[in-house]
């Protein structure tokens, strides 16, 4: 038993000055650091992550009774509807892993592209852009979805859709038991494929609908900046916990925990203007995750100092940490009880949250210990300012582009589509407002006693 957690050791090897334990927990695979005398020092990071609910949206048929006069038409919407229905199938599956998810992606958007670019010049617009209504909900607006008579609109919300599976991939990756380097490795990789998607929605995409987004909306500048930066903020939390694992200079961890810090303070700060009944459980989380890292920057900052001798300056930066965990806790408790989009959820009973508690404590009382039998220094009033700049280990997003056109798209497929015998009744075309059936998501629950809640 080693604060709370049942371990059981697998193997153990033999070092000059300590023992490496290998074990595993209801939680994950880890590694122990065994020093003489008992002393344990326990160094892989665990990670819980927030995420909201995917978009839900209207089923599409791509049915188009007397416009399609011939088979090479007819074959891309039958390709079309089927590419969809498997693209969205496998959004809740478990067993689905980026390379089916890409493979899929691929197939439906490179579809796509012919209702929306024309066929052999991309600078033109396809003919068919405006044939269709799609339908999409909002991440954070319940469901009641937006609606639009435009394929960039689809194509934009699908790529949304993606993005926020790598993002749930990630983070159930993250949380499953015996997870291997190169498993980690993945989550970081998903989570800057993620905000790579992201980036490039709201760069290249977004600016060519005809009717802007709303505000609130998932397609809003402020959400797609909130996600970008949370990507990149929790890619970087699997960065540190390799820099640990490492034993890399404290001083480097500092800074990469700082830097990580600020990027949760700019996504809070980015959502500070939407309505808190649809915002404020998102904002707790990163509110809660500035004020953990921050207090991580002040632990490792602290032992840079001690290191240099400052003893008293380290406890007064360990002070300022524990101070920011005790906020950080508070925030967890809050988070639990605010209702909005997101998962239930405890987190300051989370392993990766225990863990920061027992590290700035031990770290405290260490230098207090020196300070009371060698350095005698006084203890600054202030916090030290927290000048850290990271140099490695920064993340930015992975570049992203949409596939290229199918080659089903031909001349004589396009000139097969016949928009004079488009029925003039628009009365049938579903009414924005109506509900759209929210995405039935998989309920991944947390073991026992590991804190590693996936949502």
């Not at 609910?53 to 390709?79: E, H, Q, R, W």
């Not at 490179?110 to 670019?117: D, E, K, P, Y």
């Not at 033109?124 to 909900?137: A, C, D, G």
């Amino acid at each position: 038993m080693y604060n709370g957690l049942h371990i059981r050791c697998i193997y153990c090897v033999k070092q000059p000055n300590s023992f490496t334990v290998f074990f595993s927990t209801e939680c994950c695979f880890s590694v122990f650091y065994v020093f003489p005398g008992g002393r344990a020092h326990f160094v892989k990071m665990t990670h819980w992550f927030h995420r909201n609910p995917l978009k839900a949206t209207a089923p599409v048929s791509f049915n188009y009774y007397g416009m399609i006069t011939g088979p090479p038409a007819s074959k891309i919407c039958n390709d079309l509807r089927s590419a969809r229905t498997r693209l969205l199938e496998l959004f809740t599956d478990l067993s689905c892993n980026p390379e089916t998810m890409k493979n899929a992606a691929d197939l439906y958007f490179s579809l796509l592209q012919g209702f929306i670019n024309s066929v052999g010049d991309s600078t033109q617009e396809s003919k068919l852009r405006y044939i269709q209504n799609f339908k999409w909900t909002d991440t954070l607006q319940g469901h009641v979805p937006s609606a639009q008579q435009d394929a960039v609109f689809e194509l934009i919300s699908m790529g949304f859709n993606v993005a926020l599976w790598y993002t749930k991939y990630a983070s159930r990756l993250a949380g499953k038991e015996n997870i291997t380097e190169d498993e980690a490795k993945e989550v970081h990789r998903s989570l800057k494929i993620a905000a790579g998607i992201f980036k490039h929605l709201k760069e290249s995409h977004i600016p060519k609908l005809l009717t802007p987004a709303e505000k609130g909306r998932d397609l809003e500048a402020r959400l797609i900046d909130a996600y970008v930066i949370q990507c990149q903020a929790e890619a970087q939390e699997v960065t540190i916990a390799r820099a640990i694992e490492l034993k890399h200079a404290p001083g480097l961890i500092a800074a990469l925990a700082y830097d990580t810090a600020s990027f949760y303070q700019k996504a809070d700060h980015t959502l500070s203007s939407l309505e808190p009944a649809h915002s404020a459980k998102w904002r707790k989380y990163l509110h809660l995750k500035m004020c953990f890292y921050t207090a991580y920057a002040y632990c490792y900052h602290g032992q840079t100092l001690l290191a240099s001798d400052k003893c008293g300056e380290a406890i007064r930066s360990l002070q300022e940490a524990e101070k920011l965990y005790a906020e950080a806790e508070a925030l967890c408790k809050e988070y639990g009880e605010t209702k909005g989009p997101g998962p239930t959820a405890k987190p300051s009973g989370h392993l990766f949250f225990r863990k920061l508690g027992s590290l700035v404590k031990n770290t405290l009382d260490k230098c207090q210990r020196e300070n009371g039998f060698i350095y005698f220094q006084k203890i600054p009033t202030e916090a030290p300012q927290l000048e850290l700049k990271a140099n490695y280990g920064l993340v930015e997003p992975v570049p992203f582009e949409f596939p290229p056109m199918s080659a089903h798209w031909t001349p004589e497929a396009l000139a097969a589509f016949d928009l004079t015998k488009r029925p003039k009744d628009d009365s049938v075309k579903p009414k924005p407002e109506e509900d759209v059936k929210p995405v039935k998501e998989p309920d991944i629950r947390p073991q026992k006693d590991t804190g590693c809640s996936v949502s």
